[in-house]
């Protein structure tokens, strides 16, 4: 482990009661704090006791870069606070705990401003401009707290520059990232659930300048019922489901691919969905649990035991190209009354679909993992059905009960069909189509691969 700073800073660590002289050291994975003496105020002897193990302040061999996001140095306290947010294990949630490093003496003011700036570097990309999009509205309204929380981290973050927006009613992030100026942002961020990242990549689809502005990072920190692209997001970067967890890898500032489809349904403009598609009971519990939403994601689990008990069944038929077949489908999506029927590698299946749950992502919500091993930029969908004979309340229920985990690809008559295209129409008369968990007017629908891809932190 070779140092970077072979000097290192002479400091103290704790506080007025007890601090410790110590030399940290910046090296290839981190800071190091090395103790050399503790310093303990002298009391009367009557207030003099032998001090515990757990009373020591106790020090981290080294603060790794992986949880670090940076370093400050407030001058007049003659401080150096290093942004640390570390696990307590590497299972649990990400937690607040800065290190506040003080030194004696203006001599070391250069070397801890030096510090600081060294630090930054290796730990986040630098300056950047973020677009944070509040919904108040969304899940149990409690996205304003949710950004409270948010701020509160990135306000010690060096770099890190942010415009909040409350969003007041909808369409209003639609329009409103339709008309932004794309040079005063690097990324969006959304504070909410999957219905406004639905609405904003949509909005920023509208805009002539499609390309340019689907290329910009979409960050999401959940504050929503479903929050399925912060799960999945979070899961695929290795970290824990959590709001300081969100907000921590957005401010790190890495960002990846993910997949965009064209959605066609009706007469109505071209959408863009990056989430699922769900029809019959899945569709249902999302769109009719809608009036229990002030219980937050409690309300899909108390609609889904009403829909166990009487499920709703689609009759439709289903047209997919199998993700294994060669080629790709056209560039340009056809229009729906094209027929696709007859031509390899097409495949069409005609049946009563008790459940229909196509998923971009590997996570439709925070504790539904419908599509287990999928990829954020794989260019395959995953189709969740269990339909005609297969369908029964019975197995409705185990597969319900083994979404949180992925093990409901084990129950029996549930099908995992894997493809990059898909064309669902009914032939019932009359159900709930859900795009991104956001209503979609029932009839026939199509999901095709969009010539553009999203970017999200």
Request: proline share 7%.
């Amino acid at each position: 482990m070779s140092s970077m700073d072979p000097e290192g800073l002479q400091c103290y660590v704790g506080d007025a009661a007890s601090r410790i002289e110590a030399c940290a050291c910046i090296t290839d994975q981190g800071v190091t704090v090395i103790p050399i003496r503790e310093e303990v105020p002298r009391k009367a002897w009557w207030r003099r006791r032998k001090r515990g193990p757990r009373e020591r302040p106790l020090l981290q061999p080294i603060l790794s870069f992986d949880d670090l996001l940076g370093a400050t140095v407030d001058d007049k306290a003659s401080t150096l606070r290093l942004v640390h947010c570390p696990r307590k294990s590497g299972h649990e949630q990400r937690i607040c705990q800065d290190v506040f490093l003080t030194f004696d003496g203006s001599d070391k003011l250069s070397q801890a401003q030096k510090w600081a700036t060294k630090i930054t570097e290796r730990c986040t990309p630098g300056k950047r401009r973020l677009l944070v999009l509040v919904n108040p509205a969304s899940g149990k309204g409690q996205a304003p707290q949710v950004w409270q929380t948010t701020e509160d981290l990135w306000r010690a973050v060096p770099g890190i520059q942010y415009l909040p927006v409350i969003t007041h009613d909808p369409g209003h992030a639609y329009e409103y990232v339709k008309s932004m100026d794309l040079e005063s942002y690097d990324a969006i961020v959304i504070i909410s659930g999957d219905g406004l990242i639905h609405e904003v990549w949509n909005g920023l689809s509208a805009r002539p300048d499609a390309e340019r502005a689907l290329a910009l990072p979409i960050g999401h920190i959940p504050a929503g019922s479903g929050n399925g692209l912060a799960k999945s997001v979070l899961e695929s970067c290795g970290e824990n489901y959590g709001i300081l967890d969100a907000a921590f890898c957005i401010a790190k500032g890495g960002h990846q691919p993910i997949d965009l489809m064209c959605v066609r349904a009706g007469d109505k403009q071209q959408k863009v969905s990056f989430l699922s598609l769900s029809a019959a009971t899945i569709s249902d519990v999302d769109i009719e649990s809608e009036r229990l939403r002030c219980i937050g994601s409690a309300r899909f689990t108390v609609w889904a035991i009403w829909r166990v008990l009487w499920p709703v069944r689609l009759r439709a038929e289903l047209l997919y190209w199998p993700a294994e077949a060669p080629g790709q489908p056209s560039a340009e999506p056809p229009p729906l009354s094209a027929e696709l029927e007859g031509q390899p590698p097409w495949t069409k299946v005609v049946d009563d679909f008790m459940v229909f749950w196509a998923c971009n992502t590997e996570w439709a919500a925070w504790d539904s993992k419908p599509a287990p091993g999928a990829c954020l930029s794989d260019g395959i969908w995953h189709l969740l059905l269990i339909r005609g004979k297969s369908a029964s309340r019975t197995r409705l229920l185990r597969a319900f009960l083994a979404l949180d985990k992925g093990e409901h690809v084990h129950v029996p008559g549930v099908e995992i069909v894997k493809c990059r295209a898909f064309r669902l129409i009914p032939i019932s008369k009359s159900g709930h189509l859900a795009l991104d968990g956001e209503k979609l007017p029932f009839g026939p629908v199509q999901v095709w691969p969009s010539r553009y891809r999203g970017h999200v932190l």
